[in-house]
């Protein structure tokens, strides 16, 4: 008997082409704290947790980060990237992705480390309506990534086993969480991260972006 996959998604820079934009509004968060931190370091931290970004800028700044100076450099960010929604993306081939999974009736959903104030308007810009499909944000679980409960949350979404799925991200902190969780981990180039590092946080292959995994959906799982 053929066990059918299901497929959790991550959505910055797996599925939109968002993870820059992302950048640049933490960089405007820190610079309004007076928190000086190199871009490229902020993009190693993209799609991580918030405490865990959090405890990275205290290592990597000597800076301390109380609760409420966490806040002010959230909400911060957020309203940093809402300001770069008009320029956000979905990145080649996601749309055709996710139609060609509900077309042939493979069970997929969204689960992302922000929060549903930013992830909104990612959504939009992918078509997906988040009262009408599986969507899981940060405000929904105790721990994100590398933390797997994102996933876990997805897949009970779905009905669905963990060990039934195969985790799509760009990043190590998306592979991480998949091996915790003991599902699949496929990983995308599109958000900046190379093939040797998605390979060592566990993912089982890697592809350049959705509609390079979608010409070769069979590898994982999928079926055309």
Not at 17 to 46: G, M, P, T
Not at 169 to 193: E, K, N, P
Request: contains cysteine.
């Amino acid at each position: 008997m053929r066990i059918e996959p299901v497929f959790l998604f991550d959505l910055d820079g797996t599925l939109v082409d968002s993870v820059y934009q992302h950048v640049l509004a933490w960089k405007a968060a820190l610079d309004a704290e007076s928190i000086e931190l190199s871009v490229w370091r902020i993009h190693r931290k993209i799609g991580m947790s918030g405490g865990l970004f959090t405890n990275q800028l205290l290592r990597e700044t000597d800076v301390p980060i109380d609760p409420a100076r966490g806040e002010r450099l959230r909400r911060a960010h957020a309203e940093a990237y809402r300001g770069f929604g008009r320029n956000i993306r979905p990145l080649p081939g996601a749309r055709e992705l996710l139609a060609f999974l509900t077309q042939e009736k493979i069970p997929w959903a969204i689960a992302t480390s922000g929060r549903m104030e930013t992830a909104a308007v990612n959504l939009a810009s992918l078509g997906v309506d988040p009262d009408t499909c599986a969507v899981v944000t940060r405000d929904q679980v105790k721990y994100a990534k590398p933390d797997p409960d994102l996933f876990i949350a997805a897949a009970d979404r779905l009905k669905s086993d963990i060990e039934r799925a195969i985790v799509v991200g760009d990043s190590i902190w998306d592979m991480l969480a998949a091996t915790r969780c003991r599902a699949l981990g496929v990983g995308l180039l599109s958000g900046g991260y190379g093939s040797d590092e998605l390979r060592q946080a566990g993912a089982i292959r890697v592809y350049e972006d959705p509609a390079d995994l979608l010409d070769h959906i069979d590898e994982v799982g999928g079926r055309r």
